[in-house]
Nanobody, 123 residues
Framework: QVQLVESGGGSVQAGGSLKLSCAVS????????MGWYRQAPGKERELVST???????RYADSVKGRFTISQDNVKKTLYLQMNSLKTEDTAVYYCAAEARAAVRLCRYEHNYWGQGTQVTVSS
């Protein structure tokens, strides 16, 4: 069983910064990768960024150059550094992970989710 606990959300003015954290706990036989998603009111959930175990990262075009995903394997924590925030970044942000019984079962589909944390960017 894997548990994800998010923190770091809040309210900030446009142009400001926030850093989200996601603490991972539980016994993981095979950790496949992690990511951040967000969902704004009335909109579908979208993928913000992903990171693989080898450190390879990908970003949605809307956040490239502004957001940075990282992981601390010692602390077992995922981070999302958000800079130059815009009002359109306002959303509930979700931490996600893929963990399987074995590496061979990794499918690059996140199957564990955090509770979500609200990020509000005001003008």
């Amino acid at each position: 069983q894997v548990q994800l606990v998010e923190s770091g959300g809040g309210s900030v003015q446009a142009g400001g910064s926030l850093k989200l954290s996601c603490a991972v706990s539980g016994y993981i036989f095979a950790y496949c990768g992690m990511g951040w998603y967000r969902q704004a009111p009335g909109k579908e959930r979208e993928l913000v960024s992903t990171i693989r175990t080898d450190g390879t990262t990908r970003y949605a075009d809307s956040v490239k150059g502004r957001f940075t995903i990282s992981q601390d394997n010692v602390k077992k924590t995922l981070y999302l550094q958000m800079n130059s925030l815009k009002t359109e970044d306002t959303a509930v942000y979700y931490c996600a992970a893929e963990a399987r019984a074995a590496v061979r079962l990794c499918r690059y589909e996140h199957n564990y989710w955090g509770q979500g944390t609200q990020v509000t960017v005001s003008s």
